[in-house]
């Protein structure tokens, strides 16, 4: 089974910095697309970054763009989220997901979820 564990987010004020992590297993596949869903109370979930692991092609919600940036290790397996200007309109649960074949912004067509991790901006 794939599993994908995050780690990182937490609190931190209007403008700072965050970095989320997450590391895949069990893919059967050699590439595949990691991406970082979020979802705020009471609004539905929004895919805000995505990675394709077989060449590093990078896509963002244009909400983010020029603050974030999702990178990948050697491995191909784990995936980081740097969240820089950090606004309150970022806070959400963020969810680390994937899915085979090419990356996707819709959160609809990702097959595989970790827990979610909080990040809260004040």
């Known amino acids: 089974d794939v599993q994908l564990v995050e780690s990182g987010g937490g609190s931190v004020q209007a403008g700072g910095s965050l970095r989320l992590s997450c590391a895949a297993s069990g893919y059967t596949y050699s590439s595949y697309c990691l991406g970082w869903v979020r979802q705020a109370p009471g609004q539905e979930r929004e895919g805000v970054a995505a990675i394709y692991t077989g060449g590093g092609y990078t896509y963002y919600a244009d909400s983010v763009k020029g603050r974030f940036t999702l990178s990948q290790d050697m491995t191909k397996t784990t995936v980081k989220l740097q969240m820089s200007d950090l606004k309150p309109e970022d806070t959400a649960t963020y969810y680390c997901?994937?899915?085979?074949?090419?990356?996707?912004?819709?959160?609809?067509?990702?097959?595989?979820w970790g827990q979610g991790t909080q990040v809260t901006v004040s």
């Open positions: 997901a994937a899915k085979s074949g090419a990356c996707v912004m819709s959160a609809t067509f990702y097959g595989f």
